[in-house]
C-alpha cells in the first residue's frame, strides 16, 4: 500500500532563506508527483506536475525533484518570502489513486 | 479567470441532521472531484466523476453519503444523517482530463467548504 510522508511537519526560516520540503513514499511505482499549497481555510493551488519519466520541475522560484529509486521528492524555494508562508502538499498518482502526504506548514518570518 | 465555485463557505448544523453541498466546476471541465479533509491531514477521495458518470467512490460511506451531476456540470455532495467525525474541509476540484483514472491533467481545487458537525 502506498504511504507519502512529508518531513517536518511544520518549518519556521527567516525571510531571504532558501528551503527544501521533502516527500517520500514507500512504492516507487508511480505515474507522476504532484506538489500543491494551501492557504488557510483555502483550496489547494497546483504549484508543480513531475512526470515518472522526469527528474525535475522548474517555475519561478520554485524547482521539484523527483528520485523514484529513492521514493523522495523535494520542493526547492529560492529567496523565501512572507507570502510563500502556506501548507505545501505533496501527492502521488499510485495504482489509479492520488495518494496525499499530510503537508509541511511553512511559515517565512519577516 | 475561470475558478470553481463552492457553496457554502461554512456549515454548522448538529449531529443527525442533513446536509447538501454545491459544486460548479470550471466550465468545459469533464472530470469533477470531491475531497474531504481533516485537519492536519491530507485530502481523501470520496468520489470522482467523469461528466455525469461516477469513475471512483470507492472511499464514499454510501450509508449516509451521496453525490450526483446529474447533467455533468455542476455537482451536489449531501450527507444524511451527520455525524460527529464528519467535521473536515469538504473540497471540490475539477480537470479537463478525458476519462479514466489518469491524474496527470492539473486540478483545480474551489475554495471548500468547511462543516461543523455539532
Request: negative net charge; glycine residues 8%; charged residues 20%.
Amino acid at each position: 500500500k502506498q504511504e507519502v510522508t512529508q518531513i517536518p511537519a511544520a518549518l519556521s526560516v527567516p525571510e531571504g532563506e532558501n528551503l527544501v520540503l521533502n516527500c517520500s513514499f514507500t512504492d516507487s511505482a508511480i505515474y507522476n508527483l504532484q506538489w500543491f499549497r494551501q492557504d488557510p481555510g483555502k483550496g489547494l493551488t497546483s504549484l508543480l506536475l513531475i512526470q515518472s519519466s522526469q527528474r525535475e520541475q522548474t517555475s519561478g522560484r520554485l524547482n521539484a525533484s523527483l528520485d523514484k529509486s529513492s521514493g523522495r521528492s523535494t520542493l526547492y524555494i529560492a529567496a523565501s518570502q512572507p507570502g510563500d508562508s502556506a501548507t505545501y502538499l505533496c501527492a502521488v498518482d499510485s495504482n489509479y489513486q492520488l495518494i496525499w502526504g499530510a503537508g509541511t506548514k511553512l511559515i517565512i518570518k519577516p | 479567470e475561470a475558478e470553481v465555485a463552492q457553496s457554502p463557505r461554512y456549515k454548522i448544523t448538529e449531529k443527525s441532521q442533513a446536509v447538501a453541498f454545491w459544486c460548479d466546476p470550471i466550465s468545459g471541465h469533464a472530470t469533477l472531484y470531491w475531497y474531504r479533509q481533516i485537519l492536519g491531514q491530507g485530502p481523501e477521495l470520496l468520489v470522482q466523476f467523469q461528466d455525469e458518470s461516477v469513475v471512483d467512490d470507492s472511499q464514499l460511506p454510501k450509508d449516509r453519503f451521496s453525490a450526483e451531476r446529474l447533467k455533468g456540470v455542476d455537482s451536489t455532495l449531501k450527507i444524511q444523517p451527520a455525524e460527529l467525525g464528519d467535521s473536515a474541509m469538504y473540497l471540490c476540484a475539477s480537470s479537463s482530463g478525458t476519462g479514466g483514472y489518469s491524474y496527470t491533467d492539473t486540478q483545480y481545487f474551489g475554495p471548500g467548504t468547511r462543516l461543523t458537525v455539532l
